[in-house]
Nanobody, 126 residues
């Protein structure tokens, strides 16, 4: 069993930045592909970014490419999402997710992940 704890959300003005964190309670963190998803009210949960379990290669949704950066600290069992140039349409609850040995081509699908964080609210005001 893996527990994921999201943090770092908040209220920010458009153009500002936030860094989300996701702490994982597992000694096998390195065997999990990690990702961030988000869900706005009335919308389905959507893929934001993922990082490979093997070589730290990354993959982004087109809507955040060039503005968001996903990274992981294997020594601290922690996943990050640096969000810059935030827009009002980035407002959502952000969730981290873990998928055991999940390859990058499968990383965009909600159903391929084994564990989820509780979510952290990000609100971008114009």
């Amino acid at each position: 069993q893996v527990q994921l704890v999201d943090s770092g959300g908040g209220l920010v003005l458009a153009g500002g930045s936030l860094r989300l964190s996701c702490a994982a309670s597992t000694g096998t963190f390195s065997t999990y592909a990690m990702a961030w998803f988000r869900q706005a009210p009335g919308w389905e949960r959507e893929f934001v970014a993922a990082i490979s379990w093997s070589d730290d290669s990354t993959h982004y949704a087109d809507s955040v490419k060039g503005r968001f950066t996903i990274s992981r600290d294997r020594a601290k069992n922690t996943l990050y999402l640096q969000m810059n140039s935030l827009k009002p349409e980035d407002t959502a609850v952000y969730y981290c997710a873990a998928g055991l040995f999940l390859p990058v081509p499968g990383s965009v699908h909600v159903g391929n992940y084994d564990y989820w964080g509780q979510g952290t609210q990000v609100t971008v005001s114009s």
